[in-house]
């Protein structure tokens, strides 16, 4: 009986570790998401302006899919919704 106690808080314990190891993973991925989506969407904003200081009528908007491809993507996502507006801008 001892010996079946034993396995049981082995097992629990391991099963606790690999819980918080995916517990910990899923937090860093979203905070590292939400970071990538709020500098994206500082860096539209910003580009945004610089663009129209130059009298360059090519914006992208801060909406839901351009936040969440800066998300995604990081700095390249934000590069790939400026090279799709400059594509319709032609």
Known sequence: MEKEMGVIVIAG??????????????????????LRAVMGGISIYGI???LAAWGISCSVGINFCSLLTSGILGFSGVSLLYAVAAFQFL
């Open 13 to 34: 314990a391991c099963m606790l570790v690999l819980f918080m190891v995916l517990v910990k993973r899923r937090i860093e991925f979203f905070l590292n998401f939400c």
């Open 48 to 50: 945004n302006l610089l």
